[in-house]
């Protein structure tokens, strides 16, 4: 094996290494050697054949193997030899195979940064409880009040107001479309929401002071939700079969039975602790934002250049895709693309540095998570998509590695939880002002980002 450096630096190596024609040659030997005993040729007695004539008949079955075996092999050897420590598994590019020539492989080594973890008894963090005084516990009640909806279905023949229901029927021309967009009977649209699966809809339906009984066509630009330019004045038919107006919305006996309640007390603190409950997972986000900041301005150290390219690519490609479809962040609509690589490297950088330092501090703690704790974040996670649960259920059973989507976070919190339980922790009560004021000055976007 010839080996040659090709690119080196403190975390990133990159080597070419020519492997003999002979070396391959011998494990597909090996190999063939292997096989020998159940093949039968015509001619020969099972197993009998010799070896040139199987190894003619067989040699092109075996030889992707054996390569990726040679190729292992001589990868191996090199790691070991040169003693790397590496942060992943390297990258392999092969140039094509021909009989009878050496191969070549391109080899390309991401190693660990060396990191040297400090007492995290020496960090200053705040934790955060929320306080909800009797205002704010009165408001969350008459936001729910007012946010019910009761309607009735209007016998005159008036238009359509914007705070009205309309069932619709309606069809499209086109074939190519997805089921649910085909067609659908007795279709309800909340005009005093925003647009469903037809955008601007509710709008032109209001424009157009529609009545029950009209019929109207529509060109409806489904090109963004479709992914798909083709689809930018997609035609719809549209029959009106019902206007329902909004009416007061009561609560009644009848309501709090339906919904599990046996008296408006209860309503009252399913609905504190609920709001609550929302308080503390936002609590728990700016934790992780604080805490993440401390330890990006707390650790200096090396960070791999492919592992930071590959981020700031996925980052990047992801960008790209927003500009096609009109969805960029406003303020990232303000900057040219120079300046946007800028951000977005500096916000790579962060990510990959955290992480790194994520994975050490899990390590150096011997943090894991159980199987147990692996089934009940794929519920949680479940439950995002309802309807799907069996479909998510058997991806992972038939993916087992795409299981890192679950684990990871799992270790993250694990490891954020190790780190505040050594720190010095500093208690701070907040209202709902409070919290808001936090929350915007926690995730602004002209910050950093994690």
Not at 117 to 127: S, Y
Not at 248 to 269: A, I, M, P
Not at 395 to 403: A, Q, R, T, V
């Amino acid at each position: 094996m010839n080996t040659k450096e090709l690119k080196s630096t403190k975390l990133y190596k990159e080597y070419s290494l020519e492997i003999p024609y002979e070396e391959i040659d011998i494990e597909v030997d090996n190999k063939i050697n292997q096989i020998l005993p159940t093949v039968n040729i015509p001619g020969f007695r099972k197993g009998k054949a010799p070896l040139n004539i199987v190894k003619k008949k067989y040699e092109d079955n075996v030889l992707n193997e054996v390569i990726q075996k040679v190729i292992d092999t001589n990868t191996k050897k090199l790691i070991d030899e040169k003693k790397f420590s590496l942060f992943r598994a390297p990258k392999v590019e092969l140039s094509n195979y021909e009989k009878n020539k050496p191969i070549t492989i391109n080899l390309k080594f991401d190693l660990k940064p060396e990191i040297k973890l400090k007492d995290f008894k020496d960090l200053k963090i705040n934790k955060y409880e929320i306080e909800l005084g009797k205002k704010a516990e009165e408001n969350q009640f008459k936001s729910f009040i007012d946010s019910q909806k009761n309607f009735k279905k209007i016998e005159s023949s008036r238009q359509v107001k914007n705070s009205d229901k309309v069932i619709v029927n309606f069809e499209s021309d086109q074939q190519d479309l997805p089921e649910y967009l085909k067609s659908q009977k007795n279709f309800p649209i909340d005009l005093g929401f925003d647009d469903g699966i037809l955008p601007g809809l509710n709008k032109e339906l209001i424009e157009r002071k529609v009545k029950a009984g009209d019929k109207i066509e529509l060109k409806i630009n489904l090109s963004k939700i479709l992914k798909d330019d083709k689809f930018k004045k997609t035609t719809f038919h549209f029959e009106i079969i019902s206007i329902e107006e909004k009416i007061k919305f009561e609560l009644t006996k009848e309501f709090l039975d339906k919904n599990g309640f046996k008296t408006e007390k209860d309503l009252k603190d399913f609905l504190v602790s609920n709001i609550k409950t929302q308080y503390e997972q936002g609590i728990k986000q700016i934790e992780k934002k604080e805490l993440m900041d401390l330890l990006d301005n707390n650790y200096k150290f090396e960070l791999p250049d492919g592992v930071l390219e590959d981020d700031f690519n996925q980052i990047w490609n992801r960008l790209e895709q927003a500009k096609k479809e009109g969805s960029l962040d406003e303020d990232d609509k303000l900057l040219k693309d120079d300046d946007l690589k800028k951000r977005y490297k500096k916000i790579s950088e962060r990510r990959v540095k955290l992480g790194l330092l994520m994975q050490h501090i899990a390590s150096e703690e011997k943090v894991v998570v159980s199987e147990e704790e692996i089934n009940k974040g794929i519920l949680e996670y479940t439950r995002q998509y309802p309807g799907q649960e069996k479909q998510i259920m058997e991806y992972f059973e038939k993916n087992p590695s795409s299981l890192d989507t679950i684990r990871a976070p799992l270790i993250e919190q694990k490891v954020i939880d190790s780190i505040i339980s050594k720190s010095k922790t500093n208690v701070i009560k907040l209202n709902e002002d409070e919290y808001k004021k936090l929350e915007v000055k926690t995730f602004d976007i002209k910050d950093t980002k994690k």
